[in-house]
């Protein structure tokens, strides 16, 4: 059944009294966290907790529950429709908030999920750029640094797409700081190419694309900054891979 074909039974399944295969019906959907019935039945919940509490009792005449205690063989027993109304009412109130709650987690959890995306997204495209580096018949390659402390690595530049940066023994950076790559001309100002952090192994990789004209570069350097970017280098470059030409 389908939630519309359901919309009868929700309040009573609230009050417990839905029959199959109609409440079968509505547990299953329940249990696969179908948004239509979860909504339906804190209503229906939230519903009869308002008719319970605003409803006033209405107590039988001692003579009345006396004679229909006795028919049915009991003694008399101080239980009156208060105290079930009572209990109808926290139900009631326990199962709106079960719901609400269980609605909240699955949205968070939507919400994770599609952040989870947005990053394998952003992931993928970086890994295509530099894949388009790597593989470009006019990308030239240098390497820099030596030894086992300094950072070291490799520098791709193609002049149709771009500059493309690996490195190792990059220590993740401070709070609050990010490294940030430039491109420096053979004559004027360091250009600004993109901010990035390294992982915790101290492996980083870096993309920045556009054209570049390696003729004209004379290098390819790596600095540590604040981690919203700055216009001109303003530490001493962690990694400087000159381009030999």
């Not at 599609?114 to 388009?132: G, S, Y």
């Not at 004209?213 to 900054?225: F, G, N, S, Y």
Request: aromatic content about 6%; some cysteine.
């Amino acid at each position: 059944m389908n939630c519309q074909e359901l919309r009868d039974h929700y309040e009573l399944f609230a009050l417990g009294l839905a029959e199959d295969p109609e409440r079968s019906e509505i547990r299953e959907h329940l249990g696969r966290g179908c948004d239509v019935c979860m909504a339906e039945i804190r209503k229906a919940m939230e519903l009869m907790a308002i008719v319970g509490a605003t409803v006033p009792p209405v107590a039988p005449s001692p003579q009345l529950r006396r004679r229909i205690l006795a028919s049915t063989g009991y003694e008399q027993r101080h239980f009156g429709w208060t105290i079930l109304a009572a209990a109808a009412a926290v139900l009631a109130c326990f199962a709106a908030v079960y719901f609400s709650g269980r609605e909240n987690q699955y949205a968070l959890e939507a919400q994770n999920l599609r952040e989870q995306l947005r990053r394998q997204t952003i992931e993928v495209t970086r890994l295509n750029e530099a894949f388009a580096i790597l593989s470009g018949p006019e990308t030239t390659v240098t390497t820099f640094g030596a030894g086992p402390a300094p950072p070291k690595g490799k520098v791709f530049v193609n002049p149709r797409q771009g500059v493309l940066l690996i490195a190792s023994n990059l220590p993740p950076a401070p709070a609050g700081k990010a490294y940030e790559m430039w491109v420096i001309p053979k004559s004027g100002k360091p250009a600004p190419a993109g901010m990035f952090q390294s992982l915790a192994d101290g492996t980083a990789m870096h993309v920045q694309r556009g054209t570049v004209d390696p003729a004209a570069t004379a290098a390819v350097a790596v600095t540590l900054e604040d981690e919203a970017g700055v216009a001109a280098p303003t530490s001493t470059p962690l990694i400087a891979a000159p381009l030999g030409r």
